[in-house]
């Protein structure tokens, strides 16, 4: 999951947030990830680096999530 974070963090979804916001922000990703994408977590896991398909599907979940997020 801390992959996962990280990975919106180095791709610049976080830029937009109040840096006193970002700490919340990456627990509320958190638990969309691990209540809403629990595949793509495990996809992750498995094959444990971010290949093209990898990113392509945190790219759309990360955007899902700021969708949701209003921090």
Do not use: C
Not at 4 to 24: E, H, P, R
Not at 34 to 45: E, P
């Amino acid at each position: 999951m801390q992959a996962a974070v990280l990975w919106a963090m180095q791709n610049n979804y976080f830029d937009t947030i109040d840096v006193k916001k970002i700490v919340a922000a990456a627990q509320h990703l958190r638990e969309f990830l691990g209540t809403r994408k629990q595949a793509l977590l495990d996809s992750l896991r498995q094959k444990a680096a971010v290949d093209e398909m990898l990113a392509a599907e945190l790219k759309k979940t990360i955007e899902e999530w700021k969708g949701t997020y209003n921090g």
